[in-house]
């Protein structure tokens, strides 16, 4: 098991309400419970506003529960955020962007240089490509440097927060098989959040949907596909035409 959740709740300040009433509450994450069995993608979907995302963000630590308690059995994670543009240093080089992690745990440069070039040739970038700036690569390229400042120093459990809403069709694609082929080779566990039904089937055997701050179904993924219990599940699907991003 490397992640565990017990009753956890997460609520905001929406604002004050007319002629200074009491606050109004956003119930974020509202008594979620779920495990992450090791080496599992594990998907989380729901619709925008779910709390998948706050419930992400809880686990890496970046936020506190108000209550319940969240195990994570490795200091090793990472996160592969939704939009390239936004988590890349505009000012650095690919190969700067990529390395700081490794720079600071204080590693010798050579070891380095032979790690990163590693990693570039693990997420098919071109070897130039460290020499260069974000701004002269696609979205996907983008995409590519971020999973691989991600898997850089090797980490055991990765949550990948909507990571290929931003890209089209085809290059979803490319970057789902992307992230398939670097959890066999280096055995990583993701939480894999998406609202989109197609990226969650294809990339995950376990999956978890989320409305209004709660799990309201959970089971393998073939499962859910094929014989959702929750009307809401049902739904969801049934809001996809065609799911054409098929699970292989």
């Known amino acids: ?95 700067d962007i990529m390395a700081e992690g490794l720079v600071l745990t204080g590693m010798k440069r050579s070891l380095i240089k032979d790690r990163v070039g590693q990693i570039v040739e693990m997420v098919k970038l071109p070897p130039d490509s460290l020499n260069k700036y974000p701004h002269q690569f696609s979205g996907g390229q983008r995409q590519r440097i971020a999973i691989g400042r991600a898997v850089l120093t090797n980490p055991e459990f990765i949550v990948c927060d909507e990571p290929v809403s931003s890209l089209d069709i085809t290059v979803q694609l490319q970057i789902l098989e992307l992230l398939k082929d670097i959890r066999k080779k280096l055995a990583m566990t993701y939480l894999f959040i998406s609202h989109d039904l197609r990226v969650i089937r294809f990339i995950s055997d376990r999956v978890a949907v989320m409305r209004h701050g709660r799990i309201i179904e959970e089971g393998p993924a073939s499962e859910i596909y094929s014989n959702p219990k929750e009307s809401y599940t049902k739904t969801l699907l049934d809001s996809v035409p065609e799911i054409s991003i098929k699970a292989k």
């Open 1 to 95: 098991m490397i992640v565990k959740c017990e009753d956890v709740k997460k609520y905001f300040s929406a604002g004050r309400g007319y002629a200074g009433q009491r606050n109004s509450v956003v119930k974020a994450v509202d008594g979620v419970s779920l495990k992450i069995e090791k080496g599992a993608a594990f998907g989380l979907v729901g619709e925008s506003g779910s709390g998948k995302t706050t419930l992400g963000r809880l686990i890496l630590g970046s936020l506190k529960p108000d209550s319940g308690r969240i195990e994570v059995n490795t200091d090793r994670l990472n996160v592969i955020f939704q939009d390239p543009h936004n988590s890349l240093d505009p000012k650095m080089k690919v190969f």
